[in-house]
């Protein structure tokens, strides 16, 4: 089941309909407006979701991913998910076909994306309006391929409940992030003791209350700060005390503050 209801307010895209890979590599590139998400589906070769601009929200059975120019999501072959935009990106994905010695993971997969990467998938759009020679594609999709095996991973995800007592707490925190309830209110509002509700919690998304809250306010703040709000606004949102303890939590999540993140 997908996290968030993207019905809501969110407006679907169709599926392109594509038979087979002409080239180990395809391009596909699309402007997704704000809010706008391609229905739950699969693919018969993997995916390399990403945008050269905008942030994008994937999901993938019960983990909800964002997406920003410096990351992309590996899904491989045959793995359910959607993509959508939260306020607009430049949709610029890759198709990769199965292969003997491909080297990616086979799990749904988060990386960091190198400038290099960036420039060669920039290069592949270009090809397409220049219309260049099969031998010349060939060496940029082989070099594409080698820098995918060569990038980053990252831990950047937010696991989402299946049962319904626990989505409900989740989906109150994600409309209020700032809401400083904890376990003991939580299991009194949802009628569990906290001993109950904290180890229903860790076993069914793999971390604490406290962790996942925090993982929460990280992406609310990427998402809010892809939107254009300010950081103050963004920090007094999501329940910190003054700015700067915000800026704080934010470099030591991402490695910049969140000024630093959106001048990028």
């Known amino acids: 089941?997908?996290?968030?209801?993207?019905?809501?307010?969110?407006?679907?895209?169709?599926?392109?309909?594509?038979?087979?890979?002409?080239?180990?590599?395809?391009?596909?590139?699309?402007?997704?407006?704000?809010?706008?998400?391609?229905?739950?589906?699969?693919?018969?070769?993997?995916?390399?979701?990403?945008?050269?601009?905008g942030t994008l929200v994937v999901t993938v059975e019960d983990c909800w991913y964002v997406i920003t120019p410096e990351q992309a999501i590996w899904v491989p072959t045959g793995v359910v998910h959607t993509t959508g935009a939260l306020h607009g990106a430049e949709f610029r994905n890759l198709y990769v076909a199965d292969q003997p010695g491909l080297?990616?993971?086979?799990?749904?997969?988060v990386l960091s994306v190198t400038p290099f990467l960036r420039a060669l998938i920039v290069e592949l759009v270009d090809i397409d309006r220049r219309g260049e020679e099969e031998r010349y594609i060939t060496r940029v999709?082989?070099?594409?391929?080698?820098?995918?095996?060569?990038?980053?991973?990252?831990?950047?995800?937010?696991?989402?409940?299946?049962?319904?007592q626990l989505r409900r707490l989740c989906e109150a925190l994600y409309a209020s992030p700032a809401d400083p309830r904890g376990?003991?209110?939580?299991?009194?509002?949802?009628?569990?003791?906290?001993?109950?509700?904290?180890?229903?919690?860790?076993r069914e998304l793999g971390i604490s209350l406290r962790e996942w809250r925090h993982r929460l306010r990280l992406f609310r703040a990427?998402?809010?700060?892809?939107?254009?709000?300010?950081?103050?606004?963004?920090?007094?949102?999501?329940?910190?005390?003054?700015?700067?303890?915000?800026?704080?939590?934010?470099?030591?999540?991402?490695?910049?503050s969140p000024t630093e993140w959106r001048g990028k």
């Open 103 to 109: 080297g990616m993971p086979h799990r749904c997969t």
């Open 1 to 53: 089941m997908a996290p968030l209801n993207f019905d809501a307010g969110w407006t679907s895209v169709e599926v392109p309909e594509i038979e087979s890979l002409s080239r180990p590599v395809r391009l596909r590139s699309q402007s997704l407006p704000a809010r706008h998400i391609f229905p739950m589906h699969s693919h018969r070769w993997n995916q390399f979701v990403y945008a050269t601009a």
């Open 183 to 202: 376990v003991d209110e939580w299991g009194a509002e949802l009628g569990a003791s906290a001993r109950t509700l904290a180890r229903r919690f860790e």
């Open 222 to 256: 990427l998402e809010w700060l892809g939107a254009g709000r300010s950081v103050t606004e963004i920090a007094l949102e999501l329940g910190y005390a003054s700015t700067s303890a915000f800026t704080y939590m934010f470099r030591q999540e991402m490695g910049c």
């Open 141 to 164: 999709n082989q070099l594409i391929l080698d820098q995918l095996r060569r990038l980053p991973v990252q831990d950047l995800r937010l696991p989402w409940p299946r049962s319904p």
